[in-house]
């Protein structure tokens, strides 16, 4: 096992290269002066120089790509000049906080995306089934931030159960009831397209599994209805949810942009809206290839589950 | 093709999804010729009226602007880069696709490796990136929505070629000289054009959402100029004091994307052939159980298991196939009772119903009953028969690769097979489990006991069924084919270990089998089937020296036997009648040299004098002459 880690993560390293190649590639797409753009009326002739000097952009466009993935390496993603801070300091911040929101929102899509998907299979063509087949159907029709600002409207306007944006309150917050009282909801609307579609792939999987000869020994053998579902099927299905899990993480960081400027929530997607509309390129530079690279590291730890659950993987 | 529009007509859902599409899509056609106010004009004076005002049927926003008039042309440009942006998307895929997938190789490699590259990325981090280099705008942001979606049309269209790329039509234009450009386009095209028009139907709902999630966050369209995405991101500011500038987007967006979503899994309901025959329908606990009356009562007094005039069926649309239709048998305690027949004639089917096993839907119990010591199973409530199963009656399964559960160590499923009947404790279960796997003789059960089933060999797996099945010291062993998927000594192996232990424990065994030689080995009596009935029954040796129904003397026929080599093996012609629509009087009648007009008149019975019974008029002469 732990061989495997290591040969996933070592697979990991040029795909991480990769990312940044793509990144560096696009960024170098921008026409115009990125110091023009910096400067904007302050764009003398002599600043401009110097700015391209301390960014290094009088060099060659490989010389930079090595440079800047030399310093990365090292820590140093270069200065937001919008910020005029350290982008590694401004990214680890904002993605941190991005972390609590699409973690709990990843947490809930998980836990209820297979509970729905499971009763619903074990339940096919019953009310349950209706009932969660339709609202599956809703929730991967809705967008997001639609959602997102109807909640507002309903939970934090009219019946004020929730606070309307923001991480903390602004006058003694900070603490953890604090905060959860703030995620309750943008983390619901985050999870929401993400449940709809775990729930379906869940039924599929559930639906497919439960038709195999290993179910029926199980029920030959005695076992118990909710075991055989719960315990049996399930297992079996995990397989093929897991992947998805995996690919649906990326859609809920994905939605987290979405969901963070609907509810002011101080996460990394908002920044890098910000960032572009300021066309602050290191900043999204850094903050891209952080969290991409994060995203890979992620599906390493999704396919090391996939393996231990899976005794038939090689490892 | 008409076909697959008859099924999407059908799924009612999708036929409502394609018919609010259609709305949206001509009202968006028509908006240039409605009489519209003007969608940018600006009328301060009247900001934020609220729908049904005079003149503005769905009010104004916060620039005064007509909503209805700003809501059709928003919808016009989203539908359009939505569709704009699937396009691109497809056509770009599916030209890598098809290059990567044609010619294979190093090119297919190196393009599919930067696929997998792009494929990495959260796909809003790499639009974002690409809408920070090109700045924010309409166009650019359907370029980055286009761009983060050729990886999925690539992928798919790949795959598709590669399977392609090899078929005989391909070798033939190479071989008739054509170039490869010329052949992707004559040869390959033409059939991978389906498939992206289906991949692109099922993905514009979602472009439309990324297109106008990317105006929602100011980086798609640019004021004045409004899709349905920045009318939202504009109405945001107002969202407490006037919520209907945001509710009417936002609907518009959610009706869209339903329809879409709708017809799209209509589209792919009625593409996969599997809901056609309803075998994504998962089968419930225990088979279902529809008698128009009450099974007669019990008769027979020494059989510890008897099946009285069984029906099973499988309703699958309006067509009804009759499994079983009346089969009768019984077992006594330490007896073998063979069920012997071809596939689909029915042995399984009444070998499953016994504990409610066969799979419901499609299946249904129509009449009959099964005793186990004269108490009827089908009419036991579900928690008595889940008690029976496994303890009193245990199954013994054909192909154990796919019986035994793929993820759970074999003694697991041992000590499971106990505690779900009994409470047991971790080591006693342990040590129990390698005392049953010591009994079918796997070599090192101390070992074998945490290892999983694709660990075993076929017929080390078979053991471990047998094993479970003898875990709760059953009365009733039912084994469905347990030998046919092994090879001949592991079978032999098999038999000889399931004789032993009928004789140690005195069980009584029902053997589903197809062959008379492993019948011979093994059974006292057999049950001969055909087409869900029994034809003949009888002690096991008298029928093989004198077997009374032609059916049974071709199927003895079958069996080759050592030393013999000379002599024919006859197969016999033709096919089992299909049970949806089984011929008066004898099935076998179609097939057999003996068919004379009365055998399809009507109803023959199962007659027989002694322990013998056959279901045909003209007996074969031996039988004839033993029985008069």
């Known amino acids: 096992m732990g061989g495997y880690i290591l040969k996933r993560l070592l697979l990991a390293i040029p795909v991480i290269l990769g990312i940044t190649v793509i990144v560096f590639l696009i960024m170098a797409m921008i026409p115009g002066d990125p110091a023009t753009a910096i400067l904007g009326s302050y764009a003398t002739p002599d600043n401009v120089a110097r700015i391209n000097r301390d960014l290094g952009l009088d060099k060659p466009l490989v010389a930079r790509y090595f440079i800047w993935l030399w310093n990365m390496l090292h820590g140093d993603f270069g200065q937001s000049f919008s910020l005029n801070r350290p982008v590694i300091d401004v990214v680890l911040e904002r993605f941190n906080n991005t972390l609590i929101l699409a973690g709990t929102s990843f947490v809930l899509c998980t836990v209820f995306g297979i509970l729905a998907g499971v009763i619903s299979a074990a339940r096919q063509y019953g009310l349950a089934d209706k009932a969660i087949t339709f609202a599956v159907l809703l929730g991967i029709s809705i967008p997001s931030f639609f959602l997102g600002m109807m909640m507002i409207l309903f939970f934090a306007v009219d019946l004020r159960w929730f606070p309307v944006s923001g991480m903390t309150a602004i006058y003694g917050g900070g603490d953890l009831a604090d905060v959860i009282h703030h995620l309750t909801m943008p983390a619901l609307a985050l999870a929401v397209v993400a449940t709809g579609v775990v729930a379906r792939l869940s039924r599929s999987a559930m639906l497919e599994v439960l038709r195999q000869d290993f179910i029926r020994t199980a029920r030959a053998k005695g076992v118990r209805e909710g075991r055989v579902i719960w315990g049996h099927a399930l297992r079996a299905a995990m397989v093929s949810i897991i992947p998805v899990l995996g690919i649906q993480a990326g859609f809920v960081l994905s939605g987290a942009v979405y969901i963070e400027i609907v509810f002011q929530w101080p996460g990394i997607g908002r920044m890098l809206v910000d960032a572009i509309l300021q066309r602050d390129i290191l900043l999204v530079q850094g903050g891209v290839v952080f969290v991409a690279s994060c995203y890979v590291i992620f599906n390493i730890i999704v396919d090391v589950a996939q393996s231990l659950l899976d005794p038939r993987i090689k490892t | ?628």
């Open chain 2, 1 to 628: 093709m008409s076909a697959f529009f008859k099924l999407l007509a059908r799924n009612r859902l999708a036929l409502g999804g394609l018919i609010v599409m259609g709305l949206v899509v001509a009202l968006a056609l028509i908006t240039p010729l409605l009489p519209l106010a003007d969608p940018d004009a600006t009328d301060t004076a009247n900001r934020f009226l609220p729908p049904l005002s005079d003149g503005y049927l769905l009010g104004t926003d916060g620039l005064g602007r007509d909503l209805l008039s700003r809501l059709l042309w928003g919808t016009r440009l989203s539908l359009a880069v939505g569709f704009a942006a699937a396009l691109f998307a497809a056509v770009a895929g599916a030209a890598v696709g098809i290059i990567a997938g044609f010619y294979g190789g190093r090119t297919d490699n190196i393009i599919m490796r930067g696929v997998d590259m792009l494929m990495a990325f959260p796909y809003i981090l790499l639009a974002l990136a690409i809408v920070a280099a090109l700045g924010p705008g309409l166009v650019n942001a359907l370029i980055a929505v286009s761009v983060v979606n050729i990886p999925f049309f690539a992928r798919n269209i790949r795959g598709i070629t590669v399977g392609l790329a090899h078929k005989e039509f391909v070798d033939a234009a190479k071989l008739a000289g054509m170039s490869n450009p010329r052949i992707i386009l004559s040869e390959i095209l033409p059939n991978v054009v389906p498939v992206i028009v289906i991949a692109m139907s099922t993905t514009i709902g979602w472009m439309i959402l990324e297109t106008a999630g990317l105006s929602f966050l100011g980086l798609g369209s640019q004021p004045p100029q409004a899709d349905l995405g920045s009318m939202l991101g504009e109405a945001r500011s107002a969202l407490i004091t006037n919520p209907h500038t945001s509710v009417i987007p936002g609907i518009m967006i959610l009706i869209i994307v339903m329809s879409i979503n709708l017809l799209g899994d209509g589209v792919r309901d009625a593409l996969d052939p599997r809901l056609k025959s309803g075998a994504l329908s998962r089968p419930m606990a225990a088979t279902r159980v529809e008698r128009k009356e009450r099974p007669a009562p019990e008769t027979s007094t020494d059989a510890i298991l008897s099946l009285d005039d069984l029906h099973t069926q499988f309703h699958v649309k309006d067509r009804i196939y009759k499994a079983v239709s009346g089969v009768s048998l019984s077992v006594k305690p330490g007896e073998c009772l063979g069920v012997i027949g071809e596939s689909g004639s029915g042995k399984s089917v009444t070998a499953l119903s016994i504990m409610g096993l066969v799979a419901s839907p499609p299946g249904i119990i129509t009449a009959g009953a099964a005793r186990l010591e004269g108490r009827d199973m089908l009419s036991a409530r579900f928690g008595e028969l889940r008690r029976l199963r496994g303890r009193r009656v245990a199954y013994i399964f054909q192909d154990p690769l796919a019986t035994l559960h793929p993820l759970y160590k074999v003694g697991d499923q041992l000590i499971e097979a106990i505690s779900c009947h009994r409470a047991i404790s971790k080591s006693e279960g342990r040590k129990k489990a390698i005392e049953l796997l010591k009994s079918v003789r796997i070599p090192n059960p101390e070992e074998r006991i945490d290892i999983y089933p694709h660990e075993m060999s076929g017929g080390m797996r078979q053991r471990v069924g047998i094993a479970m099945a003898l875990a709760n010291d059953p009365d009733v062993i039912i084994a469905d084919e347990p030998t046919t998927a092994l090879d001949v000594t592991v079978q032999a192996q098999i038999l000889s270990l399931l004789s032993d232990l009928r004789r140690e424990r005195g069980l009584a065994i029902i053997f589903i089998t197809h062959d008379f030689g492993v019948v011979a080995q093994l059974c006292d009596r057999v049950a001969v089937m055909y087409a869900g009935r029994i034809v003949e029954e009888g002690p096991t040796m008298e029928i093989l020296r004198a077997p009374a129904h032609p059916y049974t003397s071709r199927l003895i026929a079958c069996v080759p036997e050592l030393g013999e080599g000379k002599r024919k093996l006859e197969a016999i012609p033709g096919l089992p009648p299909s049970v949806d629509n089984l011929p008066a009087g004898c099935a076998f009648a179609d097939r057999c040299l003996k068919a004379q007009d009365s055998c399809t008149k009507g109803e023959i019975g199962l007659e027989g004098s002694g322990s013998r019974a056959v279901r045909c008029l003209f007996p074969e002469p031996g039988f004839a002459e033993e029985t008069a």
